[in-house]
């Protein structure tokens, strides 16, 4: 309670609300979003069978402390639990959207890139599946 | 009806709590050393005053806020605390959090009363209070807690704008 005949600058006011808003409601969807969205990578990587197992390592490892440090900070009360929610349900859709992530080496870097093939590429995912046959 | 009535006016003698303005009651600050200091006596200088439990984290950080303050206003602020968790050791808070300022220890029903907020309500801390140079209470925080009263950056305004209003009365 402020005594509102006081004239502070509405500024900084505002200003806090925006950062107590994105810590408390931002923060939790990007936490959840970005939690989902490692491990579901880091599955269809190791499911590819062509990463080496120290990239595996050390995705598994960045993921999991990602995961963690962000539940470490945004368990702070119970209103943060419905966005932490959307964020996850809003990766896992975005994933389920996704046939597979490749990790192709780039003609001009000389080093592997990240490639993501949507199910919707229906070239892409024959391509892939050629590549598949062919290594076995 | 009448039921929904009842229970609204329930809930809202269960939120209640002194009005801002109000003129602040007057307060013992009894410090480890026994050293005591009543609250009136910083009449004349803005009062940033705390209700705290020495083993919040939000205490502790506002502390070190309130101490930075309490040297960039230096010659308009007055800051003071009141521990009221059992067994605080303030000399040690204050010690460890580098404080300058009067660290009392109090009761939870002296913050209660000073508050307006009926005695065994669960109070968030820290609870904070600020006085213009009148006594009269201008801010203070929800019975809950308000996180707005324990930044810098708010407090700073809120203090300028304070002190302004004094020089100009």
Known sequence: MIDHSLTIPPMVALVFHLKQGFWLYGWPMIIGFVTILGYQALGRVVMMGAAKWPVVFALASVVSMISLFGWVTMVRFIGMIPLYGCGVGLASAMMSRIYAVTMPIHPKLKMPIIRVIWRGDAEGIQKLQQALRARV | ?169
């Open chain 2, 1 to 169: 009806m009448k039921l929904g009535l009842f229970l609204l006016l329930v809930s809202l003698a269960l939120e209640a709590q002194g009005p801002v303005p109000r003129l602040a009651p007057d307060l013992k600050i009894v410090e480890a050393s026994g050293k005591a200091t009543m609250l009136s006596a910083f009449r004349g200088r803005v009062v940033l005053f705390a209700f705290i439990s020495t083993q919040c984290a939000h205490c502790q950080r506002a502390s070190t806020v309130f101490e930075q303050l309490s040297h960039e206003f230096r010659d308009h602020l007055q800051v003071a605390e009141v521990a009221f968790d059992q067994d605080a050791d303030t000399t040690v808070f204050a010690k460890r959090f580098g404080l300058s300022f009067p660290v009392g220890i109090g009761t939870s029903e002296v913050a209660h009363d000073f508050l307006g907020i009926a005695r065994g309500e669960r109070l968030g801390t820290p609870q904070v209070v600020v006085i213009d140079r009148s006594g009269v209470i201008r801010a203070q925080s929800e019975r809950l807690g308000s996180p707005i009263l324990q930044t810098y950056d708010y407090l700073r305004e809120l203090l300028k704008a304070l002190i302004k209003l004094q020089v100009t009365r």
